[in-house]
């Protein structure tokens, strides 16, 4: 009888345990049945996500991206959780959100939208404003001067639209050249076969930290947006979305995302040591109270 009763015991275990595990979807069962997460990152988005001197992931979104992996890890109750990286770029890192292949993207992502209709984003983490970095040799301060000239921005981001659709913009006749990434685009620049790269303004302020010659360069003109730059995540994933969220907002709450702004955009980072002395703005202390994933729209509002 205490061997059947032991038996009893240890099939309603197993049951429990088998139906705990089928009640877990999208990403989270993904995760628990390899034991791994993968994470999306930019090679040279800087502070957010970049390679540092020995070529490992490092910066303020791949902090927070290993904050949601030992969430997940805990929620699982896993004993170890295999976390890794895979480089990703504007150009694909939604299709490889959508199929599988990166669980979380940890890079430089504006939450719009036209995005939302394949992904879903955690709350905003960094508020950012597009601008242009130019060369300061080239006497190029505004918009307007760029008619007929070269103007560099990352393939699979919608830098050049936002040009075209600005007061300044409309009437120009610029030749848009596209780098493969932001460090091959800030390369243009830096060669000269561009004029000017527009981009966020924190990640044209990295570059040109990092550059050979970071006094050549400044950034000008107005901002032609603001916008919400955000964690992305698979769209429909509630289970996922809800550890991703109540990461950053715990994260938010407790103080440690300011102290991680502070240790990315305020301090001395690798590979060189530069501090970027980028204070956080009043759009994102609104957002560190208040958390939200919000998209870019609702800022133009």
Same mark, same amino acid.
């Given at each position: 009888m205490k061997k059947l009763h032991a038996l009893l015991a240890l099939s309603v275990a197993c049951s429990?345990?088998?139906?705990?595990?089928?009640?877990?979807?999208?990403?989270?069962?993904?995760?628990?049945?390899?034991?791994?997460i993968t994470l999306g990152i930019?090679?040279?988005?800087?502070?957010?996500?970049?390679?540092?001197?020995?070529?490992?992931?490092?910066?303020?979104?791949?902090?927070?991206?290993?904050?949601?992996?030992?969430?997940?890890?805990?929620?699982l109750k896993l004993a170890s959780l295999d976390v890794k990286t895979q480089a990703v770029t504007s150009q694909n890192r939604i299709p490889l959100i959508v199929n599988g292949t990166v669980d979380l993207e940890c890079g430089s992502t504006t939450n719009n939208l036209d995005r939302q209709k394949q992904v879903a984003f955690a709350p905003t983490t960094f508020v950012t404003n597009v601008r242009m970095a130019v060369k300061k040799a080239s006497g190029v301060t505004d918009l307007d001067q760029l008619d007929g000239k070269p103007l560099a921005t990352t393939t699979g981001t919608t830098s050049v639209q936002l040009v075209r659709a600005s007061e300044k913009g409309k009437n120009l006749?610029?030749?848009?050249?596209?780098?493969?990434?932001?460090?091959?685009?800030?390369?243009?620049?830096?060669?000269?076969?561009?004029?000017?790269?527009?981009?966020?303004?924190?990640?044209?302020?990295?570059?040109?930290?990092?550059?050979k010659a970071p006094d050549a360069y400044a950034i000008v003109g107005p901002a032609l947006s603001v916008e919400p730059i955000a964690i992305m995540l698979r769209k429909d994933d509630p289970q996922f979305k809800a550890i991703v969220d109540d990461t950053v907002k715990g994260l !938010?709450? /407790?103080? $440690? *995302?300011? +102290? &991680?702004?502070?240790?990315?955009?305020?301090? =001395?980072?690798?590979?060189?040591?530069?501090?970027?002395?980028? !204070?956080? /703005?009043? $759009? *994102?202390? +609104? &957002?560190?109270?208040?958390?939200?994933?919000? =998209?870019?729209?609702s800022f133009k509002k």
């Open positions: 429990v345990g088998a139906a705990s595990a089928q009640q877990l979807e999208g990403t989270l069962k993904k995760v628990a049945d390899a034991k791994a930019r090679e040279s988005s800087f502070p957010l996500s970049y390679l540092d001197a020995s070529q490992k992931p490092i910066g303020y979104h791949i902090d927070i991206c290993n904050a949601v992996a030992n969430a997940v890890k805990a929620k006749n610029f030749k848009e050249v596209y780098g493969k990434d932001h460090a091959d685009s800030f390369l243009m620049l830096e060669t000269d076969r561009a004029v000017g790269f527009v981009m966020d303004d924190n990640l044209l302020a990295g570059l040109i930290a990092n550059s !938010a709450k /407790s103080g $440690e *995302l300011t +102290k &991680l702004y502070h240790k990315w955009f305020e301090s =001395p980072i690798p590979p060189k040591g530069i501090n970027l002395k980028f !204070a956080m /703005s009043d $759009e *994102l202390k +609104k &957002l560190v109270a208040t958390p939200n994933d919000n =998209p870019a729209e």
